[in-house]
């Protein structure tokens, strides 16, 4: 998801104008290993690059978009969030997947940084220690009255003071953590308007962690005009307050697939076993096809992985062949030149499908396995997985474009491979 998210997000962005990458996420697939880097990889960013992961707590979002902002460089952040929750359990019901992401520079802009202010406070509403799959969660009304209604009303008014706006001024209001009862209360005690309340969202894609104060202020800026104000405040251990204001140049943001669009492509399920077992909560028998050793050849990995991770093939300089992966010698037999070609990126090309065939007996986490030739524009063919099938019809010509998934689990080593997959274009 943080693949997809900053991928969009760097759409029009040079890459190698980028300078820094910020990973939020209290999820992260890895404890100690740089998941930033694995992003960074994939995305294709300069090797020259400064990454930071920040966790720790459902606020890191916002804090790694602040960092991002006033360190003065070009830079992308990414919150991205997939929270463990108990079966049965309120959190079950409220907990949403989610990711965005935001590129940063001084260019270009689709909102304005005004500022931000920070109340930090060992609140607990709720904790999970390090080896703790899930979290504990304390009593409503202790966070309620203790924390959504005293700290964030503290953030937002050290904000407006600080920036010299008036709370009327405030167009948008985003706040995340309370319901609409307390951010009523809070926006009274304020002096915001209620009418600037805007929706949090948790109806269509529940509560995404730390990428919701993102996935809430991305909404807004692509529903809001020209010069109007935006306040986005974060619950957690304290709050976080930032301030913006809408570009001229907003309109670009159609350019992008944003957020309403991707809640336009939500495909519903009320297939609960389905849902657990995507979501580790349920150990199924998956038979002795799944018995094999997945153990990760990292040293080849390393030696491969601008064509695993990045997605990286080849283009021949001579004949103006492409082809994935890369190799010495160029694969059009009319050429057959040595050491003449040149790296290609082929994860933003649009494809095609040219064959496809759907196993029922291969091991797979969703049957049928559906694989195939993919056909990409400009040239080259690769043999690959195909996603997000289930409600299309297939057929030779059906337009894909490319996805960073996990491609594999090591469950002796608890570790997982990802690769890039084609998935189906939604209609």
């Given at each position: 998801?943080?693949?997809e998210?900053?991928?969009?997000?760097?759409?029009?962005?040079?890459?190698?104008?980028?300078?820094?990458?910020?990973?939020?996420?209290?999820?992260?697939?890895?404890?100690?290993?740089?998941?930033?880097?694995?992003?960074?990889?994939?995305?294709?960013?300069?090797?020259?690059?400064?990454?930071?992961?920040?966790?720790?707590?459902?606020?890191?979002?916002?804090?790694?978009?602040?960092?991002?902002?006033?360190?003065?460089?070009?830079?992308?952040?990414?919150?991205?969030?997939?929270?463990?929750?108990?079966p049965?359990?309120?959190?079950?019901?409220?907990?949403?997947?989610?990711?965005?992401?935001?590129?940063?520079?001084d260019s270009?802009?689709?909102?304005?940084?005004?500022?931000?202010?920070?109340?930090?406070?060992?609140?607990?509403?709720?904790?999970?220690?390090?080896?703790?799959?899930?979290?504990?969660?304390?009593?409503?009304?202790?966070?309620?009255d203790?924390?959504?209604?005293?700290l964030?009303?503290?953030?937002?008014?050290?904000?407006?003071?600080?920036?010299?706006?008036?709370?009327?001024?405030?167009?948008?209001?985003?706040?995340?953590?309370?319901?609409?009862s307390?951010?009523?209360?809070?926006?009274?005690?304020c002096?915001?308007?209620?009418?600037?309340?805007?929706?949090?969202?948790?109806?269509?894609?529940?509560?995404?962690?730390?990428?919701h104060?993102?996935?809430?202020l991305?909404?807004t800026?692509?529903?809001?005009?020209?010069?109007?104000?935006?306040?986005?405040?974060?619950?957690a251990?304290?709050?976080?307050?930032?301030?913006?204001?809408?570009?001229?140049?907003?309109?670009?943001?159609?350019?992008?697939?944003?957020?309403?669009?991707?809640?336009?492509?939500?495909k519903?399920?009320d297939?609960?076993?389905r849902?657990?077992?995507?979501?580790?909560?349920?150990d199924?028998?998956?038979?002795?096809?799944a018995?094999?050793?997945?153990?990760?050849?990292?040293?080849?990995?390393?030696?491969?992985?601008?064509?695993?991770?990045?997605?990286?093939?080849?283009?021949c300089?001579?004949?103006?062949?492409?082809q994935?992966?890369q190799?010495?010698?160029?694969?059009?037999?009319?050429?057959?030149a040595?050491?003449?070609?040149?790296?290609?990126?082929?994860?933003?090309?649009?494809?095609?499908?040219?064959?496809?065939?759907k196993?029922?007996?291969?091991?797979?986490?969703?049957?049928?396995?559906?694989?195939?030739?993919?056909?990409?524009?400009?040239?080259?063919?690769?043999?690959?997985?195909i996603?997000?099938?289930?409600?299309?019809?297939?057929?030779?010509?059906?337009?894909?474009?490319?996805?960073?998934?996990?491609?594999?689990?090591?469950?002796?080593?608890?570790?997982?491979?990802?690769?890039?997959?084609?998935?189906?274009?939604?209609?």
């Open positions: 998801m943080a693949v998210a900053a991928n969009n997000a760097l759409r029009d962005v040079p890459l190698d104008k980028v300078r820094k990458l910020f990973f939020a996420s209290t999820s992260m697939p890895f404890s100690d290993r740089q998941n930033a880097a694995v992003i960074a990889e994939a995305l294709s960013l300069p090797r020259n690059l400064f990454c930071a992961d920040i966790g720790g707590s459902l606020k890191s979002g916002l804090s790694a978009l602040r960092q991002a902002l006033e360190s003065g460089e070009n830079a992308v952040v990414v919150a991205a969030e997939k929270r463990a929750a108990k049965a359990s309120a959190q079950e019901m409220s907990f949403g997947d989610g990711a965005a992401a935001f590129g940063v520079g270009e802009l689709l909102a304005e940084y005004l500022g931000a202010y920070s109340v930090s406070v060992d609140m607990t509403d709720h904790y999970r220690e390090r080896d703790s799959k899930y979290g504990y969660y304390l009593e409503d009304r202790w966070i309620r203790e924390g959504y209604l005293k964030i009303p503290e953030s937002i008014a050290g904000l407006l003071k600080q920036a010299g706006v008036a709370g009327g001024a405030i167009d948008h209001v985003v706040m995340v953590g309370p319901d609409l307390a951010r009523k209360k809070i926006s009274s005690q002096d915001l308007s209620v009418n600037a309340l805007g929706d949090d969202l948790y109806d269509v894609c529940g509560d995404t962690g730390s990428a104060p993102l996935v809430l991305a909404y800026i692509e529903n809001a005009s020209p010069g109007q104000l935006i306040l986005v405040s974060g619950f251990q304290g709050c976080e307050s930032m301030l913006f204001r809408v570009a001229d140049d907003v309109g670009r943001c159609k350019n992008y697939s944003g957020i309403t669009n991707s809640l336009a492509q939500a519903p399920s297939d609960y076993v849902y657990l077992s995507f979501s580790n909560a349920l199924l028998d998956w038979g002795i096809r018995e094999r050793d997945n153990r990760t050849a990292h040293s080849v990995f390393y030696r491969k992985r601008d064509a695993v991770t990045s997605f990286m093939g080849g283009h300089t001579l004949c103006n062949t492409k994935f992966p190799s010495r010698v160029c694969v059009n037999p009319d050429c057959r040595l050491d003449t070609q040149v790296a290609e990126p082929f994860k933003d090309k649009k494809s095609y499908v040219k064959s496809f065939t196993d029922w007996l291969a091991h797979c986490y969703n049957p049928p396995f559906v694989y195939g030739n993919v056909e990409f524009e400009g040239g080259g063919f690769v043999m690959m997985e996603v997000e099938a289930e409600d299309q019809e297939l057929g030779v010509g059906t337009p894909l474009k490319m996805t960073f998934r996990i491609k594999d689990r090591d469950a002796q080593r608890a570790y997982h491979r990802y690769f890039w997959k084609a998935a189906v274009v939604a209609e």
